[in-house]
């Protein structure tokens, strides 16, 4: 297999390239079992609810305290009387 470094293509043959290897990738065969479905669905829901969903929320909620902070720290000054 040869790699291809983004660096010294075009971006027309950077296109041709993703191209060529989506459809060499879609000519594997893809047919799967219900049994392997319902695997791969079991796999995909453990994902989400242990791993991308607490992520997600730790993010969200660590962007929203940063904001708070920065607006505090740049804008509005620190909350107190009036």
């Known amino acids: 297999?040869?790699?291809i470094?983004?660096?010294h293509l075009s971006?027309?043959?950077w296109c041709t390239a993703i191209v060529m290897?989506?459809?060499?990738?879609?000519?594997a065969n893809t047919e799967i079992t219900e049994?392997?479905?319902?695997?791969?669905?079991?796999?995909?829901?453990?994902f989400?609810?242990?791993f991308l969903f607490p992520l997600l929320s730790a993010a969200l909620v660590g962007?929203?305290?940063?904001?708070?902070?920065?607006?505090?720290?740049f804008?509005?000054?620190?909350?107190?009387?009036?």
């Open 1 to 3: 297999m040869t790699i």
């Open 5 to 7: 470094s983004p660096t």
């Open 11 to 13: 971006f027309d043959e």
């Open 21 to 27: 290897i989506t459809e060499r990738s879609s000519m």
């Open 35 to 46: 049994q392997e479905r319902g695997r791969y669905e079991w796999w995909a829901f453990l």
């Open 48 to 50: 989400i609810t242990i």
């Open 63 to 73: 962007g929203y305290g940063f904001t708070v902070w920065a607006l505090q720290v």
């Open 75 to 82: 804008v509005f000054g620190p909350p107190g009387h009036g």
